[in-house]
């Protein structure tokens, strides 16, 4: 039978033009006449058509005055639509701007979102007229790429058009507009940022140097300046968006460290984002490496440009001041576990080896390099050579002792050493026992003991924990991820889109404030998840990152709930569920002291057989006979049988 003839697809009163007969040519036609167009190709038959169907036409509702909507039938096999283009999946968006185009917009199939990416095109450079606004510009999270041009040539200054296609080229290849593109023409708000000749272009970095385009080294073309910040941007979250089909999207992030996937409900549309920002500034703070009161000139400069108290009689006093600051505050530190005696034991001795710089001594002019890794090696030599170590298998004191460096004149070495015991680490749970710090007195020479000194543990994360009379804030992550080796990759979901995803990772169905946040280590199998009888802030965030970064997590690793079983109080075979798996398993119980005679002392170790199963392996049915006799020929004193 032949096909049935197509209908309308949208109603006729939609601003929406519907082509349900797939007349690609006429809406070619349509597009010459529009500076933005955006096509909706659709199947009818296809339900995730009919589903954004009416986020379309919300979106249209708003835009028609500015923008042409036009839906096309790309299935009808009779239509221009279906013999010219050849799509793998329905619905596809298209959006012209003038000539330029298509840009696909590849994003979630949200009304708001939709809405966003059409401004985006609609206006792809923004107009930064003053220096507030160029300071509220390059504060931004996104990557920001600015240009300067001098409007005094008729129609446009040389270089224009370019720029603003390249802006155009960016939301191309990067669908969630990720960078965002600025142009400066007043040439005192281009000095804030040492832009001086017309033409140039300026990337903003928050931790990394910022850049100017070379124009000696690059051709000044759109796609050049598009794959130059592209490349060079620096991204302190992404933004991930699963689109519902096979991907490896997830796949990919996770396998690069552990992540921190943060769920926020997000609004693309609004102005303010309050608790973004928060977790913007907790991302600033800890890929922060080599902060400084001068970290950032240009915002410092842009900020403080109008303000007469920022002359000063001394030049050099504000960078002596951050360079003080920088080294009393975080000294180079790195964490050493001494290698075992004793193969059985539950204690671990670990020393802090810190590179204390001696201020005052050096000049003036010489900065100090923070953390030089090669120094950090020399140090470790030298403790080892010096043989430095600390056999205790139980101690509860620290012992800190104090060597000179052989090449430098300027610093000297302090190990701190202690035992910990990686089975009582309960003491960890309280911030204020981690982060306290205990007054212990320097010695040049010999080691001073402390039995006074409040249960400690010594991290490569803990910068000042030995340094006396210095305040650690207990919310302060600055630099921490080039601190420590766990280091975690941010992400942010968007909540009233992705929540199925923080349900499985352990959100609350029952919560009304779609809020979670969730540390995942592929690598390690572990998973954690922040309280959620927290509320989810910046401080939070921090002492979760702050938790997990330590050399001994106090977080408690997250289990997926199992159904529970009604299981016999008489049984031979114990059923384990996510509840009683550490204790059947992991119990410290599992060893017992037996006393034979008068003297002599054996330890029997209780050993656990596991079995993993599931209910629909035919297998594991038919292997449970055996399974229990087993466990009845097994002597109880040794062995726990579970499953």
Not at 67 to 92: D, E, M, S, T
Not at 371 to 377: G, H, L, M, Q, S
Not at 619 to 627: D, G, P, V
């Amino acid at each position: 039978m032949p096909a049935k003839l197509p209908v309308n697809f949208f109603s006729t009163r939609s601003p929406v033009i519907d082509l349900f007969r797939g007349q690609l040519d006429y809406a070619d036609h349509l597009r010459q006449d529009s500076e933005i167009v955006l096509y909706f190709f659709y199947a009818p038959w296809c339900g995730q058509s009919v589903a954004v169907r009416e986020e379309i036409e919300h979106v249209a509702n708003r835009l028609s005055d500015q923008v042409l909507f036009v839906a096309i039938n790309c299935w009808w096999n009779q239509g221009k639509c279906r013999k010219q283009k050849h799509f793998f999946y329905f619905p596809v968006i298209h959006l012209y701007h003038r000539s330029f185009g298509p840009i696909e917009y590849k994003g979630p199939m949200s009304a708001v979102y939709i809405e966003k990416f059409v401004r985006r095109v609609m206006t792809p450079l923004l107009y930064i007229s003053s220096r507030s606004k160029l300071l509220d510009f390059l504060s931004n999270y996104e990557p920001g790429v600015v240009g300067y041009f001098e409007f005094n040539a008729s129609p446009q200054p040389p270089g224009y058009l370019t720029f603003f296609t390249s802006a155009l080229h960016s939301l191309k290849k990067d669908y969630l507009g990720t960078i965002r593109f600025g142009v400066i023409t007043d040439k005192r708000v281009a000095e804030g940022i040492s832009l001086v000749h017309p033409g140039s272009v300026y990337l903003h970095r928050h931790i990394n140097t910022s850049l100017i385009y070379p124009n000696g080294i690059m051709n000044y073309t759109a796609e050049n300046v598009c794959k130059w910040a592209l490349e060079n941007r620096e991204l302190l979250i992404r933004w991930l968006r699963p689109h519902g089909g096979k991907s490896l999207l997830l796949n990919n992030e996770l396998k690069k460290g552990p992540a921190l996937l943060v769920f926020i409900p997000y609004n693309p549309l609004a102005e303010i984002q309050p608790l973004l920002d928060e977790i913007t500034k907790v991302a600033l703070e800890y890929h922060s490496c080599n902060k400084s009161q001068a970290a950032e000139p240009e915002l410092q400069h842009l900020g403080n440009s109008d303000s007469p108290a920022s002359d000063s009689s001394d030049p050099d006093a504000h960078m002596k001041l951050a360079e003080t600051f920088l080294i009393t505050k975080y000294p180079c530190c790195n964490t050493v576990v001494l290698p075992q005696w004793h193969s059985i034991s539950r204690t671990h001795n670990v020393c802090e080896l810190c590179i204390n710089q001696t201020l005052g001594v050096k000049p003036d002019k010489v900065n100090v390099p923070h953390c030089n890794f090669f120094e950090i090696e020399t140090a470790l030599d030298s403790f080892y050579l010096q043989e430095h170590t600390f056999f205790q298998v139980v101690s509860n004191s620290i012992e800190c002792s104090n060597f000179l460096s052989f090449y430098s004149p300027f610093s000297y070495y302090t190990a701190c050493c202690r035992t910990v015991d990686r089975h009582f680490l309960s003491f960890i749970s309280s911030e204020k026992t981690i982060f306290q710090t205990p007054k212990v007195a320097f010695s040049s020479h010999g080691k001073k003991d402390n039995a006074d000194v409040q249960n400690s543990v010594p991290h490569i994360e803990d910068r000042n924990c030995f340094i006396p009379d210095l305040h650690i804030s207990g919310t302060n992550i600055t630099g921490l991820s080039c601190r420590t080796n766990k280091t975690l990759n941010l992400y942010l979901l968007d909540s009233n889109l992705f929540w199925i995803y923080a349900e499985r990772l352990g959100a609350s169905r029952s919560t009304h404030l779609k809020e979670f946040a969730a540390i995942v280590d592929l690598k390690e199998e572990l998973h954690y998840v922040l309280d959620q009888n927290q509320s989810l802030t910046g401080s939070t965030l921090e002492n979760f990152i702050k938790n997990f970064s330590i050399l001994y997590s106090p977080l408690k690793r997250h289990l997926v709930d199992g159904s529970s079983v009604r299981v016999p109080a008489e049984r031979v075979v114990a059923e384990v569920t996510t509840s009683t798996f550490h204790h059947v398993v992991f119990s410290s119980e599992k060893c017992r002291l037996i006393t034979i005679g008068n003297k002599t002392l054996h330890f029997i170790f209780q050993n656990v057989l596991l079995l993993y199963y599931a209910q629909w392996c035919g297998f594991c049915a038919s292997l449970n006979h055996i399974f229990i006799q087993l466990a009845r020929l097994l002597p109880p004193d040794h062995f726990t049988v579970a499953r």
